[in-house]
């Protein structure tokens, strides 16, 4: 016989608590991946509504729905409740049809309750969802302040984080579960690859070449150069990562990169890259309107390799073969340097 204990049901949220990341955030992306031309629907979608909004986001095809990060100390609690005979529901703002292909990744949930074109299902929306289907004593399981009436009237609470001061007037919460750390430093480190700044060196030969590393006007601009270039290239980093985290999810080290590991969030990704970006054309400006013209060029080139030119056998080759040759140039043309044919042969 089943415990009147093990018969109140245990409700989680799914995201940022059985996954890692948000999933609305995600189509998001793939949506302005596919539909490129289609952004401008999008304000219009809201003014109807967030509900409408997501319904219409959430028609993307995402075929990594299943491989997306899950946080393990949920997911095994839900699953131990779940053998001792508790119904698991999983309630979300993510659209229910969504929501009900990820269950099919976790056999222990046995009700998914989920967003609707009329209906954004989060805050107090969930609890009178709860309440519809007379689920008036439960445990609860999210990460967000969005759900505290939720957590208000749940039995037992269990919060994905660390204490934060919206949850501290709460009686009933009796766990914290671990979480992966959001947007660390180590984290930003590898979505930018400062490594991979030293290509920018190449801006520096035609200034050694031609022996005017003495001159500190000149070597200036190519120090500016440089660093315009390292946060132009950080800022492509990040958008190629934003775009291609799904096809990442399915490769044996990519898998690991901070964003389809939902190690940095999405709206987080964006706004460094964009930080990044203005920083580089902020230089570049500074410096001279070549600099700047070379920077768009760089970005739009790189811009039309992921999204076009690398598919092509040899064609893809000389297209990054080109993104060296521009640094290059940079380093005669923005300081007024001459470069020499023979450097442009061996080049």
């Known amino acids: 016989m089943i415990s009147t204990e093990e018969q109140i049901p245990l409700v989680v949220d799914l995201d940022n608590t059985l996954l890692e990341i948000d999933c609305f955030h995600e189509y998001i992306v793939l949506f302005v991946k596919k539909y490129p031309f289609s952004i401008w629907k999008l304000p219009f979608w809201l003014l109807k509504g967030k509900a409408h909004l997501k319904a219409k986001v959430f028609e993307v095809p995402l075929s990594h729905i299943e491989d997306c990060p899950v946080n393990a100390d949920v997911a095994q609690f839900c699953s131990n409740a779940h053998d001792r005979g508790v119904t698991v529901i999983l309630i979300t703002g993510t659209a229910e049809l969504i929501a009900s292909k990820i269950k099919n990744k976790f056999p222990w949930i046995s009700q998914v309750i989920g967003s609707s074109s009329k209906t954004n299902m989060v805050g107090s929306k969930k609890l009178a969802a709860l309440d519809s289907q007379d689920i008036t004593c439960f445990d609860f399981i999210s990460d967000h302040k969005r759900d505290l009436p939720v957590f208000q009237k749940a039995r037992k609470a269990y919060i994905v984080g660390k204490p934060a001061p919206w949850a501290s007037h709460l009686t009933n919460i009796v766990f914290y579960f671990s979480f992966n750390k959001k947007n660390s430093l180590r984290s930003i480190f590898k979505l930018i690859r400062p490594y991979q700044w030293v290509k920018n060196s190449l801006i520096l030969v035609p200034l050694i070449l ?3 590393f003495s001159e500190p006007h000149t070597a200036h601009i190519v120090a500016l150069s440089i660093l315009a270039f390292s946060a132009i290239a950080s800022s492509v980093y990040i958008s190629n990562d934003l775009l291609d985290f799904e096809n990442d999810r399915h490769h044996p080290s990519k898998k690991n990169r901070p964003i389809p590991a939902g190690l940095i969030s999405i709206p987080f990704a964006l706004g460094l890259g964009i930080l990044f970006f203005a920083i580089g054309i902020g230089i570049g400006g500074c410096v ?16 039309a390799y992921s999204t076009f030119f690398k598919k092509i056998p040899i064609v893809d080759i000389f297209v990054l073969s080109s993104f060296y040759i521009i640094r290059l140039f940079t380093g005669g043309l923005v300081p007024g340097i001459e470069i020499s044919n023979w450097l442009l042969v061996y080049s």
């Not at 001279?288 to 811009?303: A, E, F, G, H, P």
């Open 210 to 212: 031609a022996h005017r």
């Open 288 to 303: 001279s309107k070549k600099l700047t013209v070379i920077l768009l060029v760089y970005v739009l080139l790189n811009s």
